[in-house]
């Protein structure tokens, strides 16, 4: 009589179990490590900040960003209304005073565009001193501590996905 059943196979390996998938975390920019925010065994979540970088350049540049763009802004409210007060006074205004309001306010709208893509270009490298994990996984080791400087050479952490597991022979 043949009866089904479960088949067990054992297989004597030499090696070592590792993760099919690891990644070796490193900073794009270079920085002093503020926080550390996952320790070795730890299990982290795509996304979720593992480590911050001192901010205080780049919160600098921002906010010079941001100080260039409300000038800017006030130089493009003053050539709009330097335009209306020009068309409002008609033909007792020089044809050349027109040309030249209308000349200055297309000038200080392209500046305001400028300054706006500098602002959201410093706000992106922003971000960057905030660093998340890649993958889900666990942390195998962390090579850095707070207060340690940071560059794009340095190995901050490794992460592996320990759902899919190899053995190495």
């Not at 305001?112 to 666990?138: K, N, Y």
């Amino acid at each position: 009589i043949v009866a089904s059943g479960p088949v067990t196979q054992v297989l004597a390996v030499n090696g070592r179990i590792a993760a099919r998938t690891s990644v070796r975390v490193r900073a794009a920019v270079s920085s002093q490590a503020q926080a550390v925010l996952a320790a070795e065994g730890e299990a982290v979540t795509a996304g979720q900040v593992i480590l911050t970088m001192d901010t205080s350049i780049i919160d600098a540049q921002v906010e010079q960003a941001h100080a260039a763009l409300e000038a800017q802004q006030a130089l493009q409210r003053q050539a709009v209304a330097t335009l209306e007060r020009v068309r409002a006074l008609g033909s007792n205004s020089p044809r050349a005073a027109l040309e030249d309001a209308e000349l200055t306010l297309a000038s200080v709208q392209q500046e305001t565009a400028r300054l706006e893509a500098a602002l959201r270009q410093v706000q992106r490298q922003q971000e960057e001193f905030t660093v998340r994990a890649p993958i889900d996984g666990v942390v195998l080791s962390r090579g850095v501590d707070p207060g340690q400087i940071v560059d794009l050479q340095t190995e901050l952490l490794v992460i592996a996905d320990t759902t899919d597991l190899v053995v190495e022979t």
